[in-house]
């Protein structure tokens, strides 16, 4: 009795040990590391009709049951029989079932349902074959890959006696959560770095990720130690690891919109299927690749991979070495042209692994922009790819949106243009499309007002969406954030651009929007933002600098909570408006009549009276309302 006692209390003293150690290690809470653990033992052992990687993983996590305090084993690393798990037993059919929830039907189809959305996600939404490609490149060790089969992971050749299987179990637990942790909370670089190694390809074209030769996972040698992962000299398609990125963007933004409803039927899967992304983001990692480079075979040979499926297994002979681009490259581009395009991996993950939890607060989610319904001459569907390209620039950009001017419906009149603009108290985004096809705008988060000065903060940028999408930051340099002048406001003309302009300065800002509509200026270059073309170059190869509008709108950004305030502070200015109108409006007779009397206000009421002033026959009582008599 007392050696049995001796080696639980061993036992739990261990797994305590372990359970500190992963916790100091990896950024997850003690209740979400002995989630994920049960997670990778399910995973592992279920190798009867295993559905897929993710849509087992978001099942099991739906449907967990609280485990207690005493139970022993908690992180499932003992050798079990095939098919058993901690807490869990394997029903006839393959399914797994808690063997506390057997009969509960609403656990039942809680898992049910989380399968069937998981199934749209991977079949509809998601490039051909992702969960496969991840956790194979990301949650395995390469020497387990060697007898990997679409139903299970089985155990590797020459594994040690049951005495060390602890051990090994261990190392690939810690593997499992470098994975997690590598996906969901390490930050930008880890989670691109996964998103990258995913689209390698070998040199007959197949997917590295499905190749244990090449796989680009550590290896683990008999010890138990693990190599880490080599990312030199690794290159991958532009077009495929972009379009994965929407893809995870429109499939995470899927299964938060499922969340809130009751039925799957209620959510039309058509509206997140996305579109091809290459020509916008895809163009301009290829241009910076090249830039890099020091050449422009990227940007010349981009249109012959726009199009082209990303999960195609085909594809290795179209993929030319002029559309790859290397991990570091990609990696700085997001950098600089699109921050957010990271937390695609991280959102997506945090909806498989802990659904029933808030995001931390430490991460920001990544939020596809929701038009509501709202009509666009610029995003047609909202699945957009450019929607997908703007809120990768900057995380203002996500959630909620709210158009405030459109020229479709509101023509192209400035005064409508600026009364949309004054008095909105949160951030908006400004988008026009020239008569050339270009498309450009300008993001801020200050308010609008009228001003012969410029104003504003740095959190602001310039942007071109199209042909390529590009964003020009402050650089320090100089304070012209932002600039609204109207020629009324001048009373006159006062030697200053009068119109709403970025950048440059009073006399002519670099983008500049008259009030005309006419002499509309979009140059390369000022002090307050990087410099760059907001214009597609000229027909003749040169940069183009003047333009006129085909489109033009103004949405307030930010999501629902920044834009029912900024409706707000704009409701409330439009009535301080009209209040100082009506003001206006009301007179007071005695000193108006007391003003034409003076002159003040110019009038012929009653200039008889100077003409009569002065004659013998006339005597006038100021004092009197018969003011004036006439001698007989």
Same mark, same amino acid.
């Not at 898992?111 to 490149?137: C, K, N, Q």
């Not at 020459?158 to 299987?165: C, L, N, Q, V």
């Not at 909370?185 to 499905?210: E, H, I, M, Q, W």
């Given at each position: 009795?007392?050696?049995?006692?001796?080696?639980?209390?061993?036992?739990?003293?261990?797994?305590?040990?372990?359970?500190?150690?992963?916790?100091?290690?990896?950024?997850?809470?003690?209740?979400?590391?002995?989630?994920?653990?049960?997670?990778?033992?399910?995973?592992?052992?279920?190798?009867?009709?295993?559905?897929?990687?993710?849509?087992?993983?978001?099942?099991?996590?739906?449907?967990?049951?609280?485990?207690?305090?005493?139970?022993?084993?908690?992180?499932?690393?003992?050798?079990?029989?095939?098919?058993?798990?901690?807490?869990?037993?394997?029903?006839?059919?393959?399914?797994?079932?808690?063997?506390?929830?057997?009969?509960?039907?609403?656990?039942?189809?809680?898992?049910?349902?989380?399968?069937?959305?998981? %199934?749209?996600?991977?079949?509809?939404?998601? !490039?051909?074959?992702? +969960?496969?490609? =991840?956790?194979? *490149?990301?949650?395995? /060790? $390469?020497?387990?890959?060697?007898?990997?089969?679409?139903?299970?992971?089985?155990?590797?050749?020459?594994?040690?006696?049951?005495?060390?299987?602890?051990?090994?179990?261990?190392?690939?637990?810690?593997?499992?959560?470098?994975?997690?942790?590598?996906?969901?909370?390490?930050?930008?670089?880890?989670?691109?770095?996964?998103?990258?190694?995913?689209?390698?390809?070998?040199?007959?074209?197949?997917?590295?990720?499905?190749?244990?030769?090449?796989?680009?996972?550590?290896?683990?040698?008999?010890?138990?130690?693990?190599?880490?992962?080599?990312?030199?000299?690794?290159?991958?398609?532009?077009?495929?690891?972009?379009?994965?990125?929407?893809?995870?963007?429109?499939?995470?933004?899927?299964?938060?919109?499922?969340?809130?409803?009751?039925?799957?039927? %209620?959510?039309?899967?058509?509206?997140?299927? !996305?579109?091809?992304? +290459?020509?916008? =983001?895809?163009? *301009?990692?290829?241009? /910076? $690749?090249?830039?890099?480079?020091?050449?422009?075979?990227?940007?010349?040979?981009?249109?012959?991979?726009?199009?082209?499926?990303?999960?195609?297994?085909?594809?290795?002979?179209?993929?030319?070495?002029?559309?790859?681009?290397?991990?570091?490259?990609?990696?700085?581009?997001?950098?600089?042209?699109?921050?957010?395009?990271?937390?695609?991996?991280?959102?997506?993950?945090?909806?498989?692994?802990?659904?029933?939890?808030?995001?931390?607060?430490?991460?920001?989610?990544?939020?596809?922009?929701?038009?509501?319904?709202?009509?666009?001459?610029?995003?047609?569907?909202?699945?957009?790819?450019?929607?997908?390209?703007?809120?990768?620039?900057?995380?203002?950009?996500?959630?909620?949106?709210?158009?405030?001017?459109?020229?479709?419906?509101?023509?192209?009149?400035?005064?409508?243009?600026?009364?949309?603009?004054?008095?909105? +108290?949160?951030?908006?985004?400004?988008?026009?499309?020239?008569?050339?096809?270009?498309?450009?705008?300008?993001?801020?988060?200050?308010?609008?007002?009228?001003?012969?000065?410029?104003?504003?903060?740095?959190?602001?940028?310039?942007?071109?969406?199209?042909?390529?999408?590009?964003?020009?930051?402050?650089?320090?340099?100089?304070?012209?954030?932002?600039?609204?002048?109207?020629?009324?406001?001048?009373?006159?003309?006062?030697?200053?651009?009068?119109?709403?302009?970025?950048?440059?300065?009073?006399?002519?800002?670099?983008?500049?929007?008259?009030?005309?509509?006419?002499?509309?200026?979009?140059?390369?270059?000022?002090?307050?933002?990087?410099?760059?073309?907001?214009?597609?170059?000229?027909?003749?190869?040169?940069?183009?600098?003047?333009?006129?509008?085909?489109?033009?709108?103004?949405?307030?950004?930010?999501?629902?909570?920044?834009?029912?305030?900024?409706?707000?502070?704009?409701?409330?200015?439009?009535?301080?408006?009209?209040?100082?109108?009506?003001?206006?409006?009301?007179?007071?007779?005695?000193?108006?009549?007391?003003?034409?009397?003076?002159?003040?206000?110019?009038?012929?009421?009653?200039?008889?009276?100077?003409?009569?002033?002065?004659?013998?026959?006339?005597?006038?009582?100021?004092?009197?309302?018969?003011?004036?008599?006439?001698?007989?």
């Amino acid at each position: 009795m007392g050696n049995g006692q001796s080696a639980a209390k061993k036992r739990r003293d261990t797994e305590l040990a372990r359970l500190q150690y992963l916790g100091d290690r990896y950024p997850f809470g003690d209740e979400e590391i002995l989630r994920l653990a049960r997670c990778y033992s399910y995973l592992r052992r279920a190798r009867h009709a295993r559905k897929s990687f993710l849509s087992d993983w978001a099942a099991f996590c739906a449907t967990l049951y609280p485990l207690p305090n005493d139970a022993e084993d908690r992180l499932g690393l003992r050798v079990r029989s095939e098919g058993s798990t901690v807490g869990h037993k394997m029903d006839g059919d393959g399914s797994s079932q808690s063997c506390h929830e057997d009969d509960d039907e609403s656990l039942a189809a809680t898992r049910r349902h989380r399968v069937d959305l998981l %199934e749209v996600a991977e079949g509809r939404i998601l !490039p051909s074959g992702f +969960g496969r490609r =991840l956790e194979r *490149s990301t949650f395995l /060790f $390469s020497q387990d890959l060697s007898n990997y089969s679409d139903s299970a992971v089985t155990e590797s050749p020459g594994t040690p006696d049951e005495h060390d299987a602890e051990e090994f179990a261990f190392k690939r637990l810690e593997k499992f959560l470098e994975g997690a942790s590598d996906c969901s909370r390490r930050g930008a670089r880890p989670a691109l770095t996964v998103l990258f190694k995913c689209c390698v390809r070998n040199s007959k074209g197949g997917y590295t990720a499905d190749d244990e030769k090449h796989c680009s996972g550590a290896a683990m040698d008999t010890s138990g130690a693990y190599g880490q992962v080599r990312n030199e000299n690794m290159s991958a398609s532009a077009v495929e690891v972009l379009d994965m990125a929407y893809g995870l963007s429109l499939a995470a933004c899927f299964l938060a919109k499922a969340a809130e409803l009751e039925s799957l039927k %209620e959510l039309d899967p058509a509206d997140f299927i !996305p579109e091809d992304v +290459g020509t916008s =983001l895809g163009q *301009s990692l290829l241009a /910076f $690749s090249a830039k890099k480079k020091g050449n422009r075979i990227g940007a010349e040979c981009f249109s012959n991979t726009v199009g082209l499926a990303s999960g195609s297994t085909n594809s290795a002979n179209v993929h030319g070495e002029c559309e790859l681009v290397s991990l570091d490259v990609f990696l700085e581009w997001a950098e600089n042209t699109a921050p957010c395009l990271s937390a695609c991996l991280s959102t997506f993950m945090h909806h498989i692994l802990f659904p029933d939890r808030p995001y931390p607060p430490s991460r920001t989610p990544f939020l596809f922009p929701d038009l509501k319904g709202q009509s666009s001459a610029f995003f047609h569907r909202p699945a957009s790819s450019l929607l997908f390209s703007l809120a990768s620039m900057s995380l203002s950009l996500g959630g909620s949106w709210f158009r405030l001017y459109t020229s479709e419906s509101d023509g192209l009149s400035f005064n409508r243009l600026q009364l949309s603009l004054l008095g909105y +108290g949160g951030p908006t985004l400004i988008i026009i499309r020239a008569t050339n096809g270009g498309i450009f705008g300008a993001f801020t988060s200050s308010p609008w007002k009228e001003s012969s000065n410029f104003y504003g903060s740095s959190d602001c940028f310039l942007y071109q969406l199209a042909p390529s999408a590009r964003v020009y930051r402050p650089r320090g340099a100089g304070t012209n954030y932002m600039y609204c002048n109207s020629a009324a406001r001048s009373k006159g003309y006062d030697g200053l651009a009068h119109g709403i302009g970025f950048g440059g300065d009073s006399a002519g800002p670099r983008l500049f929007i008259s009030e005309t509509f006419d002499a509309c200026v979009a140059s390369s270059a000022d002090l307050t933002f990087e410099p760059g073309p907001l214009l597609p170059p000229a027909e003749e190869g040169g940069p183009q600098k003047d333009f006129e509008i085909s489109d033009i709108e103004v949405w307030g950004v930010g999501g629902e909570d920044v834009v029912s305030e900024g409706l707000g502070a704009q409701e409330q200015h439009r009535g301080l408006v009209e209040a100082n109108i009506r003001k206006a409006r009301k007179v007071d007779k005695a000193a108006f009549l007391d003003d034409f009397r003076s002159g003040l206000i110019e009038s012929k009421a009653f200039k008889h009276r100077e003409e009569i002033r002065g004659r013998d026959d006339c005597h006038i009582d100021e004092d009197d309302l018969n003011n004036y008599v006439m001698d007989k």
